[in-house]
């Protein structure tokens, strides 16, 4: 990793390059692995996500979008003045701008005679295409900006570009791509007293008794085995020259245990079915029929296991905003010291 290292614009900060993320796509499918983000980087990686989330039957990110706009109101108030906005995995920042046109305006109303409050806001992605989509998005704003390209695992690294105390989110159901006591114990120890933890996630349906393990794998094998989705995930293997007669991808639901009991969660992988070569940079990588590479997961959660987790994870709920049927959630939370 490269500390620091300032290329193009500015306001953006690369901590992993085009190159480098290339060679771990690369190492990764040598290991028959396609770890998710690779889905959102190279050339094509941030065009498909935006087609994706645009797309009929993948509504996950825009309802939590949506909700976002419904409830900005009620979560600005537990977010006091002068705190930076950072968000990783920002994407194309659109929530991120809903929330900063609010934070101006609340700063405005309690400071009417200065402009000393001045937000800044951090976007974050691996996707260095992102990161310059979610700054131009917020181009109009009077916010000091500086985007960095890097992963939410280096977050100790990170944290040492924000300026405290920050508002720290993980939108888009990106949250639920991980496993939850990684992520909240990353979270919790790199954040300070005094910063926030804003979170959203799409969950699994409330459901009759009886009818729990049904409706989960309706819910979550709907939404995420559509065509789209389908394509979205073998794009990769794709780019780099295969056809897409040649693998398919599945997607299966399952329980797998945690402190807080049995919790849902998809597997994904994409399964050969001819022998192939693909061709990464001077790299060739052979497949053989019957391999099977495996890819990331999401969980699904219920409202009520996403806060049990957060509990044991010492963090306070200050606010949650759900929509009417249970789907969607947004969480503002605090670590508790
Ligand atoms: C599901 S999309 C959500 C995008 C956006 N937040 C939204 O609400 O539409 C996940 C985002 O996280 C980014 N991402 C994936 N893995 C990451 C990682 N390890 N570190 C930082 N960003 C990552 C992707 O590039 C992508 O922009």
Redesign the pocket.
Known sequence: MKLGQTQGKAEKIKTASEEEIENKLFESLKKHELP??LL??GTY??KN?LKL?ESETFP??RQ??VLMEKNISSIVRFIPTGMSLV?????????EKILLEELIKKNQAENPSSDSVSIRYYP????SQ?VDIALEKVSGLPVEKQGIV????EMPFLKRYWRLPVLFCI????FC?YDPEFILKLVYDNLEQGDLFLL?ANLLPTCRPGEGAKSARKSALGTYASRENALFNMYPLIHYGMDTEDFDFELLLGQVDSRIGEVYRTRKSLNILKDAEINIGQETIGLKEGDIIRMGFTYKYTHEQIIAFLDICRFDVLNSCLNEDRSNAIILAKKRI
């Open positions: 998710d983000y959102y980087t990686g941030a996500w989330n996950v990110a939590l979008k968000s990783v995995g920002v994407g194309s920042g659109e929530k974050i992605d691996i996707s992102f890097g992963f939410i695992e939108l888009g159901n990106t791509n959203d």
